[in-house]
């Protein structure tokens, strides 16, 4: 079992309030030091690769051949891409939206009831990691289990607006659903046939956590960020965005690019656990996200993650004499300890496992 902090190095103020506070300037410890403020944009019309999905259920071998080759390119090169036609109802990804900025607009003592601490991170959270002093992020954000159903807690989940615990339900079953469609998909594109990467995962015990991500309006958003730049230390990410603003940035190169999501359609990326399985033929690779002054953004990311104590280490068939294994064997318990520590450090987690080759 996970061992963590239990409480928060300092008090917990929630970035929402300051937004509607009408301050015209923001506190100190939100203000990134100049070489982590938002810069070094790419501001051509580039964007993440968009997969049909609906290729992959049609009769037509060579289009599926096509798009499976699609999805292999895109998790080589970005370690991201968007998906189209996945099957999950339009409506559904609107409601899911509209509940939770809802939530979000509940007054402060409604939300107050669903206070977070780092030892589960689970409720109403304003801050990542426990170090004192840190500089903040500018958001807040709700964070539940949804799979395995053993860790659901139901009567933890916001009961205002009174849709929100049904929501949760429907569309928890329908996003599990994708991400595991998703991830036989990459299991197949490996070579590893289709059912690996699922069993990998823990088969039926597969983890799944909600974090829906509230960026309120900022003064100065030149100054701080939404999400310090990270990749995700779970298997695979399957995000909502937010249908009006665009605000997730993608690193490329040295470069950091601006995500334009596709109307109805979600954002997939790949995290640390998969970049292990594959032996890093699939990359994590590091994304943040910027504010602006006019606009709140909501977005959901559903992690879809391994069992928290099978042992995760790069499959077999990925290791060769040319190709060794790039990492040692691993727990996912064991390994996000570090990021719920110390907060969101780049690609250093991932990174820091090769110095045990």
């Not at 009006?244 to 690193?251: E, P």
Request: proline content about 8%; glycine content about 6%.
């Amino acid at each position: 079992m996970m061992k963590c902090v239990q409480s928060w190095p300092e008090p917990i103020v929630r970035v929402q309030s300051l937004a509607q506070s009408g301050m015209t300037t923001i506190p100190e410890h939100y203000i990134k030091p100049p070489s982590k403020r938002p810069s070094n944009v790419d501001n051509t019309t580039v964007n993440i690769p968009v997969i049909d999905m609906q290729a992959l259920t049609g009769d037509d071998q060579g289009l599926r051949e096509t798009t499976l080759q699609l999805v292999s390119s895109a998790c080589r090169e970005w370690g991201f891409f968007q998906v189209v036609n996945h099957g999950v109802s339009h409506e559904l990804m609107k409601r899911a939206r509209e509940t939770w900025r809802e939530f979000f607009e509940q007054p402060l003592e409604v939300k107050q009831e669903y206070s977070n601490d780092p030892s589960t991170y689970e409720g109403y959270g304003s801050r990542l990691g426990v170090e004192k002093g840190a500089i903040l992020d500018w958001s807040d954000y709700y964070f539940l289990h949804y799979l395995p159903p053993a860790l659901r807690k139901p009567h933890k989940w916001p009961a205002l607006p009174s849709s929100c615990r049904d929501l949760i339900e429907e569309y928890g079953e329908e996003a599990t659903k994708l991400c595991g469609r998703l991830v036989k998909m990459l299991s197949l594109n490996l070579g590893l046939g289709e059912d690996y990467l699922p069993n990998a995962f823990g088969g039926e015990d597969v983890g799944a956590c909600l974090r829906v991500n509230f960026y309120p309006r900022c003064p100065q958003p030149d100054l701080t960020l939404g999400i310090s730049p990270h990749s995700d230390p779970g298997g695979m990410t399957l995000l909502l965005p937010d249908e009006d603003v665009a605000g997730l940035q993608v690193r490329k190169s040295d470069n950091w690019v601006t995500v334009n999501p596709v109307p109805n359609a979600f954002i997939v990326n790949m995290g640390d656990q998969m970049q292990v399985l594959s032996n890093a033929i699939y990359k994590s690779v590091e994304h943040r996200v910027i504010v602006n002054s006019v606009k709140d953004r909501v977005s959901l990311a559903m992690f879809y993650n391994p069992k928290s104590d099978l042992l995760i280490e790069p499959a077999k068939a990925l290791v060769t004499k040319d190709r060794p294994a790039l990492y040692p064997a691993m727990t996912f318990d064991e390994y996000r300890i570090y990021i719920r520590t110390k907060g969101l450090c780049g690609k250093a987690q991932v990174e820091s496992l090769k110095a045990h080759e």
